[in-house]
Structures are given as structure tokens and as C-alpha cells.
């Protein structure tokens, strides 16, 4: 009985900071009172600029049209430091309302079944690509919608160098590096290949940017390969990305500072004619042509070449997704469903147009692209509208995905290893993320 | 010497009427409520999650759900060709930097202990590195270490040197990455010696000199023996930050390039995003034996030269 005060003073306290907490959830809830003509709603993104302005310009438009709802951004950090954020936010029940998030296999790691408000049931589905609503199908439902346009695993080039050497667009390896040879044998300082490794995810191009090529060779790869029947080092197509790595290093190739340069400096060397390929997605192009307007004529693209020419072709990856986590319900459940279809729907892209250069072409119907998109992202059409000359990439088709993959075509980019034992040795790294998903077979 | 003689009879005489007056039981001033609050959070706070983190490094977890797979986790790290890399190169680091910081931290502490110009400055200045922000100094650094347009390397250039690749050469990325750390923590060292130094009584000094002793002699005699306190606390205090240091690996290669540069605790953090909480927690079951294993052992020698002394 003595310790009464001390223990009325510790609940006065907990009751305070309970006081506190109720207040700062009440205050986000406190619009459901004021009925459903406010809802506020709130949106997590990746924090990349183009993000940023893409969901600005679309949830500025969103409220345009549907006055009663408010939609809140909220960023995260790319890359895996985001998909821990996603995943901790998931598990513990702390998601906002909607979120975007990657489609294909990350999207299958976040357990969609579990986490997710299916969407099967909305009618905009049937207006959605169909390469698209594979890659955010969890069992048989649907989940989310296309935050943007497809991107292209390829090549980009500088058209000068090109029109000045005389070079053909090559649609062989042994043609590309044909060129490399002209382009070096010609001087001035210009880099055949451009790499980047001061920020790794980019050196991992001419292997995650030939799957169409190894598709091509092995129609079953992606198959076999979810089923642990097929590995990067034994099979010899898939090999070929690993080795192209390595010959564009051994031969004297990369720009010189290709250990410490970043994408920014890449881009660069590539407008201004320092360096004349440089394989990386076509997400960055609006990127290149912001700090350099003359790249939007200047640089083209090419799909990374394989060994016959007859079958080359584009790798693809989809957009990423917006999703609705279980814990939103009510009016926010409506809101966030609203907000949906109007992302899915010829308004949606028509407001992701104005945000900035499209990273290529729309995964919703009756959307176009404009005819004042760059010729990068130009040069990709042909590719999709040619039957059998673009294939979704790896990571859309198989959930498996190792997370050191950048890692390790840096060291076989910088001769650290050999491009056979890189191989096998993201065979291995591969090996753990299949066993995470429980995978049968592994 | 004598202070502690006379204190600690005292301090027993006073000790034993209190025992016999709580019945014969050992004398404690609280209740037992007293402690509980305490032991609640200590249990919530670090009981708890420690067993759990032995338990969760048996498994496979997704954070949705976890599977019993007993021992595999450190088996699949032990198997990898990176973490034993990373294990190496921990081992590496540790060692290297505590060396250095011993060394340095002494030297740096002989010279702001003599009689010079504007010494409680300079003290100051050498401790300055200390309170910066680690993954500052990395990113700062890893500008200045750019092998094309870094300051260093223009530095050497004008003398007609041409520097290496100090981060993407994977010969030299570990070692540059640990000279920055000795130069950042070699403060703290250089404080602890001080501390030491100047407890020296000045008599053994000019008992010494009378002797006929030389500065080296001087040094060797009776600093380095005089100090031996202080460079156990240096060599614990810098071992462990060694094996354990993250931030500035970080900030400055992210254990690149490729995997040269990955140390346990870079590891277990790429581990951990990519997904692999189970395998990830046994990396950190693996760090904390592997600290403990050195540390433990060192300790028990290192004090038991010091009492022998």
C-alpha cells in the first residue's frame, strides 16, 4: 500500500501517453466523422524524384475529380531498404491505406493472399494489359494496377557516334562488339561500353537484359528454373549474359572510371558522346533528357543482341503496382478504391503523361503514347507491337530472385571473377530466396 | 594505496551490524517490489528478444511465418563463400584498427601530454573526429577517395604519384576503409592514454633521468609498463568496435566492390533486407559468439597481467 502513489503516478503517465497516441491516430481518423464527403487517404511511394512527381501530378488530379477525397503522400527508400519497410509495415499492421510496390516476384514476397485487398472484382480489370495483371496475380485474384509504363531492358546509344562512325544498329552479339572494336579503333577518348558500378544495381544489364534472348534458345528456362531443373552456370544461353560481362571488361571496353562512375555520370558520358552504349532500363531516360534536353534526339535504344539475329528481341519489365493493404477499411477502403480505377483508367496515364517522359509504352487500354516521347522510348514499339519480339523479364515470370546478383556482376565486370564461376555463384545466392517462398523442389 | 587500506575496514565494520539486523539474511536496502518494475522491462527489453533471436536463427522466418529448419541457417553461412569473406575480413578489420589505434593512440598521447604550444587545443582537435557522424565521415571520405577526381589522389598526382583505386580496388578498398576508421576513433585511444600518462607519478620519471635513462629508455621503462591499464581498455574498447563496425563500411563501399570489402555485420544487414530474417538472425548469433569467443579470453589475459603487475 505504501508504493499507492508511485503506481497512480505510472498510470496517470500511461494514461497520458495512451492519450497521446488515441490523439495522433484520431487526428488521421478524425475525418470519418465529418462523413464520407472527406475521406483522407494515404499513399506510400518510393522516394525516387519521378515517383515523387508522378504520384503528385495523380493524386493532384485524382482530387480534380473526386472532390470528398483527399490523398496524403508518404515516401520510402528504394530498393531493399524499401522492400524491408514494406514488409515490416505489412507484418505489423502499420501500412497507409495504399502503397506502391514492385509486381512479379517481390510482389509474391510480401504474401499477397495474406496482406492484400483483391481487385478481381473491379470492372476496370479487363482494360488492364495482360502482361501486366500476370505479374500482380497471387492464386487466381488480382491485386493491383500499373503505377506507370512498361520499361525495356536494352541498350542505349548514341546516335552521333553512330551516324558519324557509319554503324549499323546491331542485332547480333558479335556485331555489337564489331562496333565496339570501330568505336574504340576511332579514338577521341569515347568509351565503347559505358558501366556504372559506384551504384550497383546497374551492372546487372547485359545479364537481366538478355532474357529474351535466353528465352529465345530455352522456351522452358523460366519454368525449370522455378522448378531448380535449370541454373544460370549449366545452361548455356543464360551463361552468355555472365560471359558478355566479362569480354566487355576484358577487351578494355568500359570507360575508365566504370568502378567508381554512378548512373548520373553514365547518362552523362552517353548525351554528351563520351561513351556510345550503356545497357541499363529505359526508366532513366526521363531522367538523361532532364539535365540533358538534346539526349531526347541523341540517344536511341537497342534490345541487347543475342546470337541470332532472326530471334532478337526486347526484355520488359512491368510497371510497378499500387496495392491495398487489409487494414484499410471503411471509407478509406472505398476512397482507396476509387483512387484505383482512377489510375487504371485513359485519365490516369493521361495525368502520369504530364508528370514526365513516359518510361515506355501504357499497361492500360486506350492509352497511347504522345508523339513527342523521346526516340529512346520510341525505339521500343516496334519491338512490342512485333509478335514474338519481347519477353517479360525473369523476375516476372519466376519468383526466384537472388538479392546479390548486382554484387556479383560487379566483380565479373571488374575482372574480380570469372563470369562461370559468377554464375554458379548466384546459383547459390538464388538457392536461399527459393527456400525462403518454400518453393517445391529446392 | 594507503587511502584504499584504511577505507575498506571501515567500510566492513559498518556493513555487518546492518546484516545482522536484517536476521541473519545478506543485508539488501530494497524490497523486492523495489526491483520488479526493473526486471519486467529487463526481461521485455532484452531476455526475451535475446532467446528469441536463438530461437528465430533456428528457423525460417518471413516475418509472416517461421519454420523449424534446426541448424541450417549456419550451415547455409558457413557454406557461403561470401560470409566466410565476411568473417575474414572482420577478423581483418578488427585486428588492423585496434593495432593502429594502439600505436597512434599512444604516440598522439606521449606528444599532447609533453610541454607544447596550445596543448588543451590540440587535445581537443585530435578528439574532434570522435564526435562527428560516422556515415559523414564515410561519404565524405569515399568523395575524397575517388580515384579519378578525388582530392587524394590529385594530391598525389602532383608529387607523380598515381594513386590506386583506394575504394574500388578490391586489394585496397578493406584497408582504406580501416584507415578512416583508425583516423576517426584514434581520439578516443589518444584520450584513454592520456588519462594514463598523466596518473604517472613524476618521480619515477626523474628518478629515471637521475639514473641515466634516454627518452627512448625512459619510454619503454616505465610509460609502456605504467599504461598497461590504459591500452587493455584501448585494445577492448577498439577490438570490439572493430568486429562489430557497420556505419562507416556502409557509408563508404557497401562491402563492395562485389563482395570484397563485406564484413559480418555487412552480412547480416544485406541478409536482412533481402528477406532472410531467419538466416540473418543467425548471422547476428554467429557475431555475437564469435565477439564474445575473442574478447572473453583476451580480457581474462589482458587483466591477468595487469594484477600481476
Known sequence: MTFRPGTRGLAVMAACSLALTACSAGSLGSSDDAGASSVEITYLIGNQEQDLKDATQLTKDFTAKNPGVTVNLETRPAGSEGDNIIKTRLSTGDMTDVFAYNTGSLFQAIAPEKNLVPISDQPYIGDLDENFTKTVTSGDKVYGVPSGGFMGGAVLYNIPIYTKLGLQVPKTWAEFMANNAKIKAAGGGVAPVIQTYGETWTSQLFVLGDFHNVAAAEPDFADKYTKNQAKYATSPAALKG?????????????????????????????????????????????????????????????????????????????????????????????????????????????????????????????CQLGSDVPQSIKDMQPYLDKDGASSLALEFVSPVKGPSLEQITVEVGSGIRKAKDGAARYDEDVKKQAQQLGLAGW | MTVTSTTRPRAGSKASPAAAAAGGKAYTPYKFWFYLPTAVLYSVLFLVPTFASFYYSLTRWSLFESKFIGFENFVTFFQEPALVKGFTNTLIYGAVTSGAKVVLGLLLAVLLTSRIVGRGYLRS?????????????????????????????????????QGPGWLTDPKWALLSIA???????????????????????????????????????????IVLPLCKPATVTVIILSLIGGLRSFELIWAMTRGGPGFTSDVISSVIYKQYQAGFYGLSTAGNVILFLLVTAIILPLNLFLNRKEVDM
Not at chain 1, 471503411?330 to 480505377?341: N, S, V
Not at chain 2, 604517472?200 to 625512459?218: H, K, L, N, Q
Open chain 2, 125 to 161: 582537435v585530435v578528439f574532434f573526429p570522435v564526435l562527428v557522424s560516422t556515415i559523414g565521415v564515410g561519404l565524405m571520405f569515399q568523395v575524397m577517395m575517388n580515384p579519378e577526381r578525388g582530392i587524394i589522389n590529385g594530391a598525389l598526382g602532383v608529387i607523380g604519384i
Open chain 2, 179 to 221: 584507415a578512416v576508421d583508425v583516423w576517426k576513433g584514434v581520439g578516443l585511444a589518444t584520450l584513454i592514454y592520456i588519462a594514463g600518462i598523466v596518473s604517472i607519478p613524476r618521480e619515477y620519471m626523474e628518478a629515471a633521468r637521475v639514473d641515466g635513462a634516454g627518452s627512448f629508455e625512459t619510454f619503454r621503462r
Open chain 1, 242 to 366: 555472365f560471359e558478355h560481362t566479362e569480354q566487355v571488361h576484358d577487351l578494355g571496353y568500359e570507360n575508365k572510371d566504370f568502378a567508381s562512375a554512378k548512373l548520373p555520370d553514365g547518362l552523362k558520358m552517353l548525351a554528351t558522346g563520351k561513351g556510345a552504349h550503356y545497357p541499363i532500363l529505359s526508366g532513366v531516360v526521363n531522367d538523361m533528357i532532364a539535365t540533358n534536353p538534346n539526349a531526347a534526339k541523341d540517344v536511341g535504344l537497342f534490345a541487347l543482341p543475342g546470337d541470332d539475329a532472326s530471334k532478337n528481341g526486347l526484355t520488359v519489365w512491368t510497371p510497378g503496382g499500387i496495392y491495398i493493404p487489409t487494414t484499410t477499411t471503411g471509407d478509406k477502403l472505398e476512397a482507396a478504391k476509387k483512387f484505383l480505377a482512377f489510375v487504371a483508367s485513359p485519365d490516369g496515364c493521361k495525368s502520369l503523361a504530364s508528370a514526365g517522359v513516359p518510361t515506355g509504352p501504357y499497361a492500360i487500354k486506350g
